[in-house]
């Protein structure tokens, strides 16, 4: 079934760091690929998203890239804030109104 | 934007009650709508399927007489948790696709968080 691993976490980082979190996925067809976060106490809010090879999904200052060759979509930002400290989840869908498959989450923590 | 509305965001139960969390789908119509459970620190498991008019369908080893979903209307989809018990203690969020708009994105409610004493 469709799948999706994502590096462990917690992340610990300094501010104005750049931020790497991979995420990789198993899944038949072209998927949707999405990141979401959760800040602390609240539920998820969409981060970006792509629904094809090599589309760039990017919002407030950080990107993803569709890569179906490595079956990668993975999470940067240039310069962490310590505001960006919550979980940020990966996750994709198949086509059509089905469930999002979730990665485990990667909980980021950015100090001043 | 669209929006996914949950209610309550928070509740506390003695065991052995049953407590109903409302989703609404506040400005469009969702026939399907999807039920997550959180554990602490943990990812969102995939509940149950709710369908509009129809029977919700439920992921394995999630049990259907536990956790009853209704979905009577194209904006609302309610979980019941049936004589809950501490282990049912969780933080459970609801999710629909607004099918007229963005292509595959999920929309989530804010989440409700049961504690059962």
């Given at each position: 079934g469709d799948s999706v691993t994502q590096m462990e976490g917690p992340v610990t980082l300094s501010e104005e760091a750049f931020l790497t979190i991979n995420c990789t996925y198993t899944a038949t067809g072209y998927p949707s690929l999405f990141w979401y976060v959760q800040y602390p106490g609240e539920g998820l809010q969409l981060l970006l998203k792509a629904t094809k090879a090599d589309d760039k999904g990017s919002n407030k200052g950080f990107e993803a890239t569709y890569r179906k060759e490595t079956t990668s979509f993975h999470l940067e930002k240039g310069s962490v804030q310590v505001s960006d400290s919550a979980v940020y989840f990966c996750a994709l869908t198949p086509r059509g109104n089905t469930p999002l498959v979730f990665g485990k989450g990667t909980r980021l923590s950015v100090i001043a | 934007g669209a929006v996914v509305s949950q209610h309550p965001s928070w509740v506390i139960c003695k065991s052995g009650t049953s407590v109903k969390i409302e989703c609404r789908s506040l400005d469009f119509q969702a026939t399907t709508m999807f039920w997550y459970r959180q554990f602490p620190k943990q990812s969102l498991m995939l509940m149950a399927t709710s369908n509009e008019g129809s029977k919700a369908t439920y992921e394995q080893g999630v049990e259907k007489d536990k956790f009853l979903i209704n979905h009577?209307?194209?904006?609302l989809s309610t979980l019941t948790v049936t004589s809950?018990?501490?282990?049912?203690s969780s933080f459970y969020i609801c999710s629909a696709r607004d099918l007229d708009r963005a292509i595959g994105e999920l929309f989530f409610g804010e989440g409700s968080r049961l504690t059962v004493l």
């Amino acid at each position: 079934g469709d799948s999706v691993t994502q590096m462990e976490g917690p992340v610990t980082l300094s501010e104005e760091a750049f931020l790497t979190i991979n995420c990789t996925y198993t899944a038949t067809g072209y998927p949707s690929l999405f990141w979401y976060v959760q800040y602390p106490g609240e539920g998820l809010q969409l981060l970006l998203k792509a629904t094809k090879a090599d589309d760039k999904g990017s919002n407030k200052g950080f990107e993803a890239t569709y890569r179906k060759e490595t079956t990668s979509f993975h999470l940067e930002k240039g310069s962490v804030q310590v505001s960006d400290s919550a979980v940020y989840f990966c996750a994709l869908t198949p086509r059509g109104n089905t469930p999002l498959v979730f990665g485990k989450g990667t909980r980021l923590s950015v100090i001043a | 934007g669209a929006v996914v509305s949950q209610h309550p965001s928070w509740v506390i139960c003695k065991s052995g009650t049953s407590v109903k969390i409302e989703c609404r789908s506040l400005d469009f119509q969702a026939t399907t709508m999807f039920w997550y459970r959180q554990f602490p620190k943990q990812s969102l498991m995939l509940m149950a399927t709710s369908n509009e008019g129809s029977k919700a369908t439920y992921e394995q080893g999630v049990e259907k007489d536990k956790f009853l979903i209704n979905h009577a209307s194209l904006t609302l989809s309610t979980l019941t948790v049936t004589s809950a018990h501490p282990e049912d203690s969780s933080f459970y969020i609801c999710s629909a696709r607004d099918l007229d708009r963005a292509i595959g994105e999920l929309f989530f409610g804010e989440g409700s968080r049961l504690t059962v004493l």
